[in-house]
């Protein structure tokens, strides 16, 4: 079974320090690796795609089969970047149609 | 359009009502989910639909009720709901079932009294 694991419920960090939210996933197949962001209030946003391998807001993330890891980076951390970052793996389900499972979810604040 | 719109943003109902909560997208999506997420707690999937046709049901209860009428809209009616169905309920759409990046509404917060 998938499944996506965030060890993190809180990461707290000063507004310039670097940033990495962890991520690891567990899965036979193929996987697709998503990261999407809550701010406060606001609907959930994709924020970045493995396959992409871009960079949104200055966030940076890098599949790492080896290490079944999807990390999710920034070198310097803005307090807009605050809000709740969910790790997202998108798999095929037993009825053999795919759809996300969604890691526990951390919360970054940045402070000032 | 790059939206999903749901409706209504929020809903009290009590335990003997029927009540509907409806999706809509127009990126020509064929694949609509519905999740659903309590307080703190990341969103779980309840149902699937892959053009038009129910593909998943997490097995939900039955008290929950999805409806896929066209390829733009989805409902979700609802019955004898308990108070712990109270949550955030989130529809989602993504181009088919093969791609899972999904797209989500605001979310329908529904209370149970």
């Known amino acids: 079974a998938q499944r996506v694991t965030q060890p993190e419920k809180l990461l707290s960090v000063f507004k310039g320090a670097p940033v990495e939210l962890k991520c690891n996933y567990s899965?036979?197949?193929?996987?697709?690796l998503f990261w999407y962001v809550q701010y406060s209030r606001q609907r959930l946003q994709l924020l970045l795609r493995?396959?992409s391998r871009e960079s949104i807001k200055g966030f940076t993330a890098d599949l790492n089969k080896g290490e079944t890891s999807f990390h999710l980076k920034k070198p310097f951390a803005q307090e807009e970047d605050s809000a709740m970052y969910y790790c997202?793996?998108?798999?095929?389900?037993?009825?053999?149609?795919?759809?996300?499972?969604f890691g526990s979810g951390t919360r970054l604040q940045v402070q000032p | 359009d790059t939206e999903v719109t749901q409706t209504p943003k929020h809903l009290v109902m009590g335990m003997t009502n029927k009540k509907s909560l409806k999706c809509e997208q127009h990126?020509?999506?064929?694949?609509m989910y519905w999740y659903k997420q309590k307080a703190k707690k990341p969103p779980e999937l309840m149902f699937v639909y892959s053009y038009e046709k129910l593909s998943i049901n997490e097995s939900v209860p039955s008290r929950f009720s999805p409806e896929c009428p066209n390829s733009s809209l989805l409902n979700l009616h609802l019955h004898a709901l308990q108070p712990e169905d109270s949550a955030l309920y989130l529809c989602a759409s993504s181009p088919d079932h093969r791609n899972t990046e999904a797209f989500f509404g605001q979310g329908t917060r529904l209370t149970v009294v």
């Open positions: 899965y036979s197949g193929s996987p697709e």
């Open positions: 997202a793996l998108g798999s095929l389900m037993d009825t053999g149609r795919r759809a996300l499972t």
């Open positions: 990126m020509g999506h064929r694949a």
């Open positions: 493995h396959i």
